[in-house]
């Protein structure tokens, strides 16, 4: 597109260049998960618990400075899903890891 096209913004309910809503609508787009450090995870990162953390439905308590590898971001800027042994679907807040 050319910056003689025009777009209509319904979010600030103006004309804007199209180049202008394409680069801000790729922004909005991005996620930031940050630890309870405020470093910034990405998917496939290790973390650390920082709190020893009871597992509902799994009858497992996890302790603090227990290793989990390779988490994903699921697109909620808190949490974050990651694999342990013997829980399944592990989900875990932000808030309480560190990244590795």
Do not use: H
């Not at 913004?9 to 450090?37: C, H, K, N």
């Not at 974050?80 to 560190?98: H, N, S, T, Y």
Request: charged share 30%.
């Amino acid at each position: 597109m050319s910056d003689d096209d025009y777009v209509y913004d319904e979010a600030s309910g103006e004309w804007v260049p199209a180049t202008q809503l394409a680069a801000s609508a790729a922004s909005d787009d991005v996620i930031e998960v940050r630890d309870a450090v405020g470093n910034l995870l990405a998917d496939g990162d290790q973390v650390t618990l920082i709190k020893d953390l009871t597992v509902k439905g799994a009858g497992q308590t996890l302790k603090r400075g227990t290793l989990i590898k390779s988490i994903r971001l699921t697109g909620d800027t808190q949490e974050i899903d990651c694999k342990f042994d013997g829980i399944k679907g592990l989900v875990l807040r932000a808030e309480f890891v560190r990244k590795r």
